[in-house]
């Protein structure tokens, strides 16, 4: 017997079925319409003898594999009154962030990632990797803090945490934050990262990170790049690392920004694009922050600071698109919702709609090591059903009205009514 109904929800192909879900996975997709009126949406009620234990009327819902968020920073979220940045750059964010970290304590911080982290669940994202500051001015207060939110939070979403070492990460005054990096990860951090382009050695800093990594046996997720300096490209040397040593050891590699390549003549972004397809790196586009914090001197055309989307596309890398910092230091506004990062990249990135609903689904969970999901029968589910006819419209309207599955149960549920006056609706 089904745990959980779905009825008459929209396909992705456009027809309408009931969806049956059980032990966790799609269990039968029953494209006869109803023949009794639906019934209005019921969440944990007492069933009758034979009917699934909850059951939704999802009428004018489309339902989609469940989106997914490869890149925040919960311990920063939801600051943007506490911490202004009037430089606007990253620079600036970083400084004034810094200077702050006295006021942080773990229940402060963990009181704002776990509100980040269920706004990001309301709106579909069944899976979220987050970045953790560790460094010699926090040290592992922010770990604490999101630890236990993964711990509470459990039964909602997966929860990734990447250990993000502070800078200087190379030389002999890099010794604190290199020992706090490696103390994080034995208190239970997932992934090991940092931000190369910011110490003063790029490559040592990146070599210091895939060596921790790979003996660890995990996954590395580099902020990289993160500026419109032709210059610097160290996504390269990071992808040529990656080829000459293989990945024996790490578990998966992700490139997030990757700014640089964006300003680089074709030729060249090829070259690059190729060599990162190669070595199966993930590169993660993070629209909002990257308009807001890139190109803030330019007055005249301002570069929108994404990466090389098509090249990287057209190269054959998994390019995923992500969200970053949520209404903070680093990007004052945001909504934690991967539609909003979808309909960015239609409009920045020139993505189609389904590529960008691929971008912030598929692409991220492939990113992100978690299994595969679809609207199948077998396949896990993590689900959206989201209130719109065609992914287009859903990431163009972006409804807040969303019923969202995780591990076959229904772990948020949004309605909401809007009235008009007389008959103008
Ligand atoms: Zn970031």
Redesign the pocket.
């Known amino acids: 017997m089904a745990d959980l109904l779905l009825r008459s929800v929209t396909l992705p192909d456009g027809s309408r079925a009931d969806v049956r879900i059980a032990d966790g996975r799609i269990a039968a997709l029953e494209h006869a319409a109803p023949a009794a009126p639906a019934a209005p949406v019921r969440s944990g009620e007492t069933a009758a003898p034979g009917e699934p234990a909850e059951v939704h009327d999802l009428d004018g819902y489309l339902l989609l594999p469940a989106p997914a968020e490869p890149?925040a920073?919960l311990d920063k979220a939801l600051t943007a009154d506490l911490v202004p940045n009037p430089q606007g750059d990253l620079a600036g964010a970083i400084e004034q962030w810094m200077a702050r970290y006295p006021e942080r304590t773990v229940a402060e911080i963990t009181g704002r990632a776990r509100r980040a982290a269920l706004a990001g669940v309301a709106n579909g994202a069944t899976a979220i990797r987050t970045?953790v500051d560790i460094n010699d001015g926090i040290g592992l207060q922010a770990v604490e803090a999101l630890l236990a939110v993964k711990e509470e939070l459990a039964p909602l979403l997966d929860l990734q945490l990447v250990g993000l070492v502070g800078r200087p990460v190379t030389g002999p005054e890099g010794r604190p934050n290199r020992d706090l990096l490696l103390a994080g990860l034995d208190a239970g951090v997932d992934v090991v990262g940092g931000c190369p382009h910011l110490d003063a050695d790029p490559q040592a800093a990146t070599d210091f990170c895939l060596e921790v990594a790979a003996e660890r046996g995990l996954p590395l997720d580099l902020?990289m790049d993160e500026h419109l300096r032709p210059a610097a490209l160290d996504l390269e040397y990071l992808a040529r690392r990656v080829l000459a040593l293989g990945v024996t050891g790490v578990t998966g590699v992700t490139a997030?920004h990757c700014c640089s390549l964006g300003v680089q003549d074709v030729p060249t972004q090829r070259r690059v694009a190729e060599a990162v397809a190669a070595a199966g790196i993930s590169v993660v586009t993070l629209p909002q922050t990257n308009l807001y914090l890139q190109a803030r001197d330019e007055r005249r055309s301002p570069a929108r600071g994404l990466t090389a989307v098509a090249s990287l596309l057209e190269a054959g890398a998994n390019v995923a698109g992500g969200a970053?910092n949520l209404q903070d230091p680093f990007n004052t506004v945001g909504r934690a919702d991967p539609l909003e990062t979808a309909s960015l990249l239609v409009m920045a990135a020139h993505l189609g709609a389904e590529q960008a609903y691929r971008a912030v689904s598929g692409a991220v969970r492939h990113a992100l090591g978690l299994a595969p999901v679809a609207v199948e029968v077998g396949a896990p589910a993590e689900l959206l059903a989201v209130r719109a006819g065609t992914v287009r419209e859903a990431i163009a309207f972006a409804p807040a009205d969303r019923v969202v599955t995780h591990r076959g149960r229904v772990v948020a549920s949004t309605t909401t009514t809007t009235t008009f006056p007389r008959s103008w609706a």
Request: charged residues 15%; glycine residues 0%.
């Open positions: 890149h920073h970045h902020h997030s970053d």
